[in-house]
């Protein structure tokens, strides 16, 4: 048996059988809402899964027509999704090791640029075979900027542009970021502040703080939930998912390798540590 949780954890579920599907799904709509390389779907029958608290409060943004993307209103985390007789939820908020490797990855025609696979699964361009639904991709997104590296939120009601390249993309694979990101890990790009601008919608964000973290905030688009932008003074951090340009580099390191995923594959040509690199 796995639990899983958002990251306040108002919303909570149980899965009581082996998962049908773990695949890491890289399309534009996935990759903004969870603010990452990509995310990645444990699937399993509806008959082993229930909510255990926060079924009744679970947001939920239609990303396409019948197509929804539930979220917790409170810390922007992703939830699982209920589908008649199965669920694809979030690996990165299930607690526990997952005895199964990935099998497949989707929509590798969208991958991020600053992304490399690395492992072995089958990789298919849009659904793996045996999904009955149609391919659903955002349109291009150009900052107003001659020359800026834009980002927004899946809704669109949230965009942002910065003056590039970014200075450097730290990935965490901390059990705090896993679950926010709701992802195999966080990528984040840092921006100086004075090279970067909102250009809609800062009305629009929520941001949650960790209670036993000294700064642990999640930053989100109230309105579809996909991870936002973090002013920390000198310092934003942006999630590379949700960027709709190259921001001038890949990963530079991946930190708290110690507390990753059992199912994710390390890079062997970034530096990797297994807590905060001193």
Known sequence: MNRGSCLCGDITWVVSGPPTLLSNCHCSMCRKLHGSAFATFMGVAADDFRWESGEDVVATYESSPGGGRPFCPRCGAVVPTVMGDAVFMPAGNVEGPLERAIDSHMFVDSKAVWHTITDSAPQFSDYPPGFDAKPV?????????????????????????????????????????????????????????????????????????????????????????????????????????????DPGVTPTMHIFTGSKAQWCELPEDVPCFEDMPR
């Not at 964000?205 to 989100?220: D, G, Q, W």
């Open 137 to 245: 991709h955002l349109g291009p997104r150009e900052p107003p900027t001659p020359g800026a590296v834009g980002g927004s939120c899946l809704c669109g009601a949230v965009a942002y542009e910065f003056d590039g390249p970014a200075t450097q993309m730290v990935c965490c694979h901390c059990s705090r970021c896993r679950r926010s990101r709701a992802s195999a890990y966080s990528a984040q790009a840092f921006c100086p502040s004075d090279r970067f601008r909102w250009l809609r919608g800062a009305d629009a964000l929520r941001s949650y703080k960790l209670p036993e973290s000294l700064a642990f905030v999640a930053t989100f688009c109230g309105e579809c939930g996909s991870l936002m932008p973090t002013d920390l003074g000198e310092i934003v951090l942006m999630p590379a998912g949700a960027l709709d340009q």
